[in-house]
């Protein structure tokens, strides 16, 4: 029995069938069709559609070889992929979520008549929406809650904005997948809309706090014509899996695996400063820090609705896990696979090698393509891979506030030839065996960094050697200065050249057995070698 690709694009009024032509529709619905039998298919190849966490985005190429196309606009209109196989005579497909063309362009060619559509997402609409003002929500509303305003548009700063449905719940467990986190945390003032943020940012950064993820549904629009999106709590763990990729199963061309630390690797969630009632916890990747100990950075989030320690800690697992999510993991490029989706839970088993057997991990990136090429060969593929959960505003928003951060304008000016710069932290407390970060930056190519003076102690005064600060090199893996003194000057005390496009950070750590409040500070200088 022969299988061949099959796809169908939903534009505006038309339906087009790869292989066949074209015709008319409403709302994703063909009623009788009657196809455009051509010896031309109007399809000629999608270059890209990808599906990301926090992006959706496609380019379609048609043919126009009569010209009927030539004044239709389709810009605006809504545009549904469906992905399939033709199995003898039959066409089975897997629906994807709804996009808006947001630029056509027609071309005349070597006697060739085209269109190009290139499309958005709803992820990508959210992004373009932006806060008319600040906003902040009730202290007694829960994370759900909030979600429910800033996507219903009842929150005043995305009043003008298009109104979305929520589908609460993960697709695999009927009336479940939420997690305990989503409706029982309340955030109180610790959250607030800022003036023109995104609508995706300020959602992403809600999801953050819990395990839940967004991805757009492909659920037709309800009776009054709004799309819907669907949050859930995905399955990150256990021997049930959405695919499962294998040489003697569905089969894959390639396959890539990278590995990186964590970073942040230990997260804390306490209530602020002025709290009445003061709740603390933390959560800390153990990979990370049992063979990189000196790559410590603590990110904290202060919340203010929260009620006790074990909230807390929960809160901090969930952080910490969508920051473990979000690193680059194993890739894969294969025959089109019609039902994979972002944040699938899936394994993959590449038996040319042994030890890369049973990879296993959530979805982050989808991307498919289809083409042909002069002679009639299709390829129909798929790529994606592992990672990418955490929306790149929010998880640079995270690393701009780890414990020590120095902002941008803080850091080292490694572009002048010589400049001497202090950086220092005054009576900070730091827990045993973690690090308060003063400033990291990336030293160039042809530059240097020296060690003019440097001095760590207790808020007394009070010297220990186990309380050191610290100039480190976290490409090269080593320490390039420290000391336990309170102050030591020189000119200079060290330097370091030839590095070249390295990781340089300076930190003070404890290891002296218990919680310090201390001081420090380092004088550098970086310059041209």
């Known amino acids: 029995m022969s299988v061949m690709p099959a796809v169908r694009v939903y534009v505006g009024n038309y339906a087009f069938e790869s292989g066949i032509g074209y015709t008319t529709c409403h709302n994703t619905r063909v009623e009788n069709p009657q196809w455009d039998f051509s010896n031309e298919s109007r399809l000629l190849g999608i270059p890209y559609h990808n599906l990301e966490p926090y992006t959706n985005k496609a380019e379609l190429r048609f043919s126009n070889y009569d010209g009927l196309f030539s004044r239709v606009d389709f810009t605006g209109e809504r545009c549904v992929i469906l992905w399939g196989l033709e199995i003898g005579h039959e066409r089975y497909y897997g629906k994807t979520p709804p996009m808006s063309v947001w630029a056509q362009e027609d071309t005349s060619s070597e006697g060739q008549l085209e269109f190009l559509l290139t499309t958005f997402g709803i992820p990508d609409a959210l992004n373009k929406d932006k806060a008319d003002g600040e906003w902040s929500p009730e202290d007694d509303d829960t994370i759900k809650d909030i979600l429910e305003k800033i996507l219903g548009c009842t929150a005043d700063c995305y009043a003008d904005c298009v109104v979305y449905n929520i589908e609460w719940g993960n697709p695999d467990l009927p009336n479940s997948g939420l997690d305990m986190l989503i409706d029982t945390i309340y955030l109180g003032s610790s959250f607030k809309v800022k003036d023109k943020e995104t609508r995706l940012s300020a959602i992403s950064r809600l999801l953050g706090y819990t395990y839940c993820v967004m991805l757009p549904s492909t659920a037709d629009p309800d009776v009054n014509g709004l799309d819907s999106v669907h949050i859930f709590n995905p399955v990150i763990s256990g021997s049930t899996y959405h695919a499962q990729i294998a040489l003697d199963g569905?089969?894959?061309?390639?396959?890539?695996?990278?590995?990186?630390?964590?970073?942040?690797?230990?997260i804390?969630?306490?209530?602020?400063?002025?709290?009445?009632?003061?709740?603390?916890?933390?959560?800390?990747?153990?990979?990370?820090?049992?063979?990189?100990?000196?790559?410590?950075?603590?990110?904290?989030?202060k919340i203010a609705g929260v009620t006790s320690d074990e909230q807390c800690a929960d809160i901090a697992a969930a952080i910490l896990t969508k920051i473990q999510k979000s690193k680059k993991?194993?890739?894969?490029?294969?025959?089109?696979?019609?039902?994979?989706?972002?944040?699938?839970?899936?394994?993959?088993?590449?038996?040319?090698?042994?030890?890369?057997?049973?990879?296993?991990?959530?979805?982050?990136?989808?991307?498919?393509?289809l083409s042909y090429d002069k002679r009639d060969n299709i390829e129909y593929t798929l790529s994606g891979g592992f990672g990418g959960w955490?929306?790149?505003t929010s998880l640079q928003d995270i690393l701009s506030r780890l414990s020590g951060y120095v902002e941008p304008d803080g850091e080292p000016d490694v572009s002048v030839a010589a400049n001497i710069q202090d950086f220092s932290a005054q009576a900070v407390n730091i827990g045993d065996g973690l690090s308060h970060q003063l400033c990291r930056f990336t030293l160039g190519t042809k530059r240097k960094v020296r060690v003019y003076k440097a001095g760590v102690c207790d808020v007394d005064?009070?010297?220990?050697e186990d309380l050191k600060v610290v100039l480190y090199d976290y490409t090269a893996s080593e320490s390039l200065y420290s000391t336990s003194s309170s102050?030591?000057?020189g000119s200079p005390l060290v330097s370091a050249t030839g590095l070249g496009e390295h990781d340089i950070g300076?930190?003070?750590n404890?290891?002296?057995?218990?919680?310090?409040?201390?001081?420090?500070?380092?004088?550098?200088?970086?310059?041209?070698?």
């Not at 994979?340 to 991990?361: A, F, K, S, V, W």
């Open 268 to 301: 804390v969630v306490k209530t602020p400063d002025n709290a009445d009632e003061s709740y603390s916890g933390y959560a800390k990747d153990g990979a990370t820090l049992s063979k990189s100990p000196q790559n410590k950075e603590v990110y904290t989030e």
């Open 329 to 369: 993991g194993t890739g894969f490029y294969m025959p089109m696979h019609c039902g994979l989706e972002p944040y699938d839970y899936i394994r993959l088993d590449d038996m040319r090698d042994p030890n890369m057997t049973g990879l296993i991990g959530n979805v982050g990136v989808v991307r498919r393509k």
């Open 390 to 392: 955490q929306h790149p």
């Open 250 to 266: 569905h089969q894959f061309y390639t396959r890539s695996r990278a590995l990186s630390i964590t970073r942040p690797n230990w």
């Open 506 to 508: 300076i930190y003070i």
């Open 510 to 529: 404890n290891g002296t057995g218990s919680a310090v409040n201390c001081q420090g500070f380092m004088s550098i200088e970086v310059a041209n070698e």
């Open 487 to 489: 102050r030591v000057a």
């Open 461 to 464: 005064g009070a010297e220990d």
